[in-house]
């Protein structure tokens, strides 16, 4: 048995000697013919599949989604079982994503299906530099699989990669606060800035320190799962996958902040829309194509006028009412406004809504649209009705001054809470005015009685001048609810 294996051993190497000596011999054109015969020849005989995903595709320079969604797949579900990691912080993220290494491999199981990844790497051949990043170093992954479970991987396990490392990459990616730039501004190299510009959202707000009552509360976090889980029921009742909030209520009673808490909930990012700095309707279209989906769209004040500007025999003058489409538009100076000036501006509320609503919504997909107001009922009904809901902010009643009261004070029960709701029953005040009296604590000038004592002191006083008639007459709004 061993002179047999010896035997094979000289053959080997006497055929390798030999092959080095001809092949310089032998045309480049057979040589490709031979190999080509060969590797036919080994996968008739292999049943196994492999699969590549480059890092760079041939046709573009930037990095290829699928290798970053499945780089980001392997950090999550296979990393655990591979003994060669590495770790980067890739753009955009705000922590280290740990996957398999180069030259790695490592096994993951998919419906009973054994799939081995491989991770590759291949220095180039030339010293040369080049502008594209793909033909410097070329970074693959290799996924290999029996080739009865080809229909399996292509349909099912290949998109199921896609969508689990797109969901990584958005646990890690920092959000970002969007704020559209201003018309005809250039930066100071003279070239035109992009149209939006960003900030990193860091906001703190989230649905459990909201201050709102409990089951108001519960029935939006409900409706933006459902929308978040959504993607199946709207494709079948035909709709784009989009969803537009009215937000109205005074000022100070925490409609920024349940902005935020809904943005830390999904997920998304945030674009502050300013449509004073939008000239016309089709370069509203294009804000919209430079968005991202899974994203919250904020219209401001959408009741008040917003000030768009105009050039007119030289002079440039605020409109008002231009967003709402109101047709007694008037100068600040009191001139009526003429048609002419009218067909310049061609962004107002109604034509908005009229492409979110028409064929523009195929592209807005997986979005939600907020448009804040202060007074609901200076918006037309037509507009009021376009909404898909209404959340109107309540004034601080006392669920809600309840949840202010742990998050400020870290107390949920107190000698003089009796008397406060009584009060926030006969008072309406925000959840702004109250905590400026609860933030004393954190200054450290009075301890929680004393600011309990000041609150009660702020409500009474407050009741005493509604009663009196010597003013609050505009806290006489009934409370608010959700529809």
Known sequence: MVERWAGLGTALASFMFLWAVVHHFIPFQVQYYLTSLVHKLISFFNPYIDITIEEYSSESSSRSKGYAAAEAYLSGSCSQRARHLKAELAKDTSRFLVTI???????????????????????????????????????????TFHRRQRKLVEDVYLPY???????????????????????????????????????????????????????????????LVRFRNGKEYYAKIGRAWMRKYLLS??????????????????????????????KDMAELHKLFIETTRKSIIVVHDIDCSTGLA?????????ITDVITGKQNKRFKNG???????????????????????????????????????????????????????????????????????????????????????????????????VTEKLMCVYSGENDVDECISKLVEMLQSRLNSWVEGDGCQDNATVKDELH
């Open 101 to 143: 290494d180069n030259q790695a491999d490592v096994t993951d199981e998919f419906r009973g299906a054994k799939i081995w990844w491989s991770s590759h790497e291949r220095l180039p051949f030339t010293r040369t530099i080049s502008w594209h990043p793909c033909q410097e170093v070329r970074r693959w992954y290799c996924l």
């Open 161 to 223: 990669v896609l969508d689990e490392g797109g969901a990584i990459l958005a646990r890690n990616r920092e959000r970002r606060l969007y704020m559209n730039n201003l018309k005809n501004v250039r930066s100071w190299s003279g070239s035109k800035k992009p149209a939006w510009c960003h900030v990193t959202f860091e906001h703190p707000a989230t649905f459990d320190s909201l201050a709102m009552d409990p089951a108001r509360k519960k029935e939006i976090v409900d409706d």
């Open 249 to 278: 209520g005074p000022r100070g009673t925490g409609k920024s902040s349940i902005i935020a808490a809904m943005a830390n909930f999904l997920g998304y990012d945030v674009y502050d829309l300013q449509l004073t700095a939008v």
């Open 310 to 318: 105009c050039n007119y025999n030289g002079k440039t003058m605020k």
């Open 335 to 433: 001139e009526t406004l003429t048609k002419e000036i009218e067909e310049d501006n061609k962004v107002t509320l109604l034509r908005f809504l009229n492409s979110l609503d028409g064929i523009w919504s195929g592209f807005i997909t997986k979005r939600i649209l907020v448009f804040k107001t202060n007074n609901e009922n200076e918006l037309d009904l037509t507009v009021r009705s376009r909404m898909d809901r209404n959340i109107r902010m309540a004034y601080c009643g006392f669920e809600a001054f309840k949840t202010l009261a742990e998050n400020y004070l870290g107390i949920k029960i107190h000698s003089s809470f009796n008397k406060i709701k009584t009060l926030l029953g006969e008072v309406n005040i925000t959840a702004a005015d």
